[in-house]
């Protein structure tokens, strides 16, 4: 089971870009068995899927979030990482990296970030 | 899409019994996750593929799911246990498949 750490700023202007790492250790991001993703929850709030990408193959994003998103792999480094362009202050969240395990049609996360804080303010 | 209900909240005296649901249409045709979350931390897998525990998770926990109902289940509660907890699917009947969570459940330990 992979052991996953986010890193990036604490705090974003409003309309500019979020971006965040996930070093991932204790195994290989190009793996077949796992696929990297990003979970946020805003304060005091519930979990939200923001999207998801295997090593190989097209990235999964929220319907949502779609249009703002993306999510790219850097096997070199052996991370994966997320952009969200055009923030606003609904974008403040604890963001998580996650590893998952796709089965039988279904998807679950089986490994977290300790996760990481992102206000959005000016 | 798709939309998962939970109470927001469940309360239990230590040693008793908790039962946790997880409402969606025909969700019993899904496979159901379960997450716990304590108080500062990020949220762990308890139970996966309706039913199965990952290592480490103690045989207290239990899941089940059937018709529009999945259920947590924790038996012999502890202290420990108080924590959110969320359900999750994968939902594949739209265009755009992704990841649905619940608003989660905070279980109270009286």
């Known amino acids: 089971q992979p052991e996953l750490q986010e890193s990036g700023p604490g705090l974003v202007k409003p309309s500019e870009t979020l971006s965040l790492t996930c070093t991932v250790s204790?195994?290989?991001?190009?793996?077949?068995?796992?696929?990297w993703g990003w979970i946020r929850q805003p304060p005091g709030k519930g979990l939200e899927w923001v999207g998801r990408i295997y090593y190989s193959g097209a990235p999964y994003y929220s319907p949502s979030l779609k249009s703002r998103v993306t999510i790219s792999v850097d096997p070199s480094k052996n991370q994966f990482s997320l952009n969200l362009s055009s923030v606003t202050a609904a974008d403040t969240a604890v963001y998580y990296c996650?590893?998952?395990?796709?089965?039988?049609?279904?998807?679950?996360?089986?490994?977290w970030g300790q996760g990481t804080l992102v206000t959005v303010s000016s | 899409s798709y939309v998962l209900t939970q109470p927001p909240s469940v309360s239990v005296a230590p040693g008793k019994t908790a039962r946790m649901t997880c409402g969606g249409n025909n969700i019993g045709s899904k496979s159901v996750h379960w997450y716990q979350q304590k108080a500062g931390q990020a949220p762990a897998l308890v139970i996966y593929?309706?039913?199965d525990r990952p290592s480490g998770i103690p045989e207290r926990f239990s899941g089940s799911n059937s018709g529009n109902t999945a259920t947590l289940t924790i038996s012999r509660v502890e202290a420990g246990d108080e924590a959110d907890y969320y359900c999750q699917v994968w939902d594949s009947s739209s265009d755009h498949p992704g990841a649905v969570f619940g608003g989660g459940t905070k279980l109270t330990v009286l």
């Open positions: 996650v590893s998952g395990i796709a089965v039988a049609g279904t998807h679950w996360f089986d490994s």
């Open positions: 204790g195994g290989s991001i190009s793996s077949s068995s796992y696929y």
């Open positions: 593929y309706d039913s």
